[in-house]
């Protein structure tokens, strides 16, 4: 069974699809958090600072946008 993603998850897809997102500073970032434990996008550290991090969709996020019609192929 497919998760069911809100609307502002796929939104959030769809912007990390045209363009990763990096975020600066020791902040939360929940609205990130289950599309990460889901396998949808994926989190790193980047130097020089590593606070700063990346967040980039995966295949399995593209392959979620798809499902629900999203893909901005």
Do not use: H, W
């Given at each position: 069974m497919t998760d069911?993603?809100?609307?502002?998850e796929i939104s959030l897809l769809r912007s990390l699809e045209?363009?990763?997102?990096?975020?600066t500073g020791n902040f939360t970032h929940k609205?990130?958090?289950r599309l990460e434990t889901k396998g949808y996008?994926?989190?790193?550290s980047q130097p020089p600072s590593m606070q700063d991090l990346l967040y980039e969709?995966?295949?399995?996020?593209?392959?979620a946008?798809?499902?629900?019609g999203g893909a901005s192929e």
């Open positions: 069911i993603l809100t609307n502002d045209k363009k990763s997102r990096t975020i609205r990130y958090d996008i994926k989190r790193s969709i995966t295949d399995v996020g593209k392959a946008l798809r499902a629900v």
